[in-house]
T-cell receptor, first 114, second 113 residues
Framework: SAVISQKPSRDICQRGTSLTIQCQVDSQVTMMFWYRQQPGQSLTLIATANQGSEATYESGFVIDKFPISRPNLTFSTLTVSNMSPEDSSIYLC???????????FGEGSWLTVV | GENVEQHPSTLSVQEGDSAVIKCTYSDSASNYFPWYKQELGKRPQLIIDIRSNVGEKKDQRIAVTLNKTAKHFSLHITETQPEDSAVYFCAASISQAGTALIFGKGTTLSVSS
């Protein structure tokens, strides 16, 4: 099994600033994904993080607002840019194991924008 | 792309009763259907999953059924307990293709004693 570590676990951010969330997996995985969970809502897929190339974004999410990197198979970052209170959410990193049979989630990064 | 619908959005039962949550999906290529339980302030936790080569799977008090023809799957919780109170999410993906999970909107289950 894989363990996903996310940093920071929580943060309070000033509007207009940007924050980068890191996601580290302790073993090789195939796919990595980023989700957003707004208060009282379900998980919404932001993008698929592609190793060494630009992420694939879902409708409603753009690279300028949510730049993503994945420099290697086990690490990815998500930046939330120019934050507003509407960006207050849990951001979750997810990964698909090498067997493609198991999906793992990180603990989440709880962001509050004030 | 995949679209997952989940019903009901809220469900209240008495302790000991059964609870059923239903989901439908749109992409006939989807073959992996997990259910997650999320307690307040915590990340979603996988409670049971089913793949398209089986129609039913059971784990103690929880079971999941899948009807591929109708493109729907259901979570069944028997003998509910207050600690079953949480938000439950269904999801679907094409596992071998490496697609991401697409989630339903969630069901808030309340079990009263």
């Amino acid at each position: 099994s894989a363990v996903i570590s996310q940093k920071p676990s929580r943060d309070i951010c000033q509007r207009g600033t940007s924050l980068t969330i890191q996601c580290q997996v302790d073993s090789q995985v195939t796919m990595m994904f980023w989700y957003r969970q707004q208060p009282g809502q379900s998980l919404t897929l932001i993008a698929t993080a592609n190793q060494g190339s630009e992420a694939t974004y879902e409708s409603g999410f753009v690279i300028d607002k949510f730049p993503i990197s994945r420099p290697n198979l086990t690490f990815s970052t998500l930046t939330v840019s120019n934050m507003s209170p509407e960006d207050s959410s849990i951001y979750l990193c997810s990964a698909l194991g090498q067997s493609r049979n198991t999906i793992y989630f990180g603990e989440g990064s709880w962001l509050t924008v004030v | 792309g995949e679209n997952v619908e989940q019903h009901p959005s809220t469900l209240s039962v008495q302790e000991g009763d059964s609870a059923v949550i239903k989901c439908t999906y749109s992409d006939s290529a989807s073959n992996y259907f997990p259910w997650y339980k999320q307690e307040l302030g915590k990340r979603p936790q996988l409670i049971i999953d089913i793949r398209s080569n089986v129609g039913e799977k059971k784990d103690q008090r929880i079971a999941v059924t899948l009807n591929k023809t109708a493109k729907h799957f259901s979570l069944h919780i028997t003998e509910t307990q207050p600690e079953d109170s949480a938000v439950y999410f269904c999801a679907a993906s094409i596992s071998q293709a490496g697609t991401a999970l697409i989630f339903g909107k969630g069901t808030t289950l309340s079990v009263s004693s």
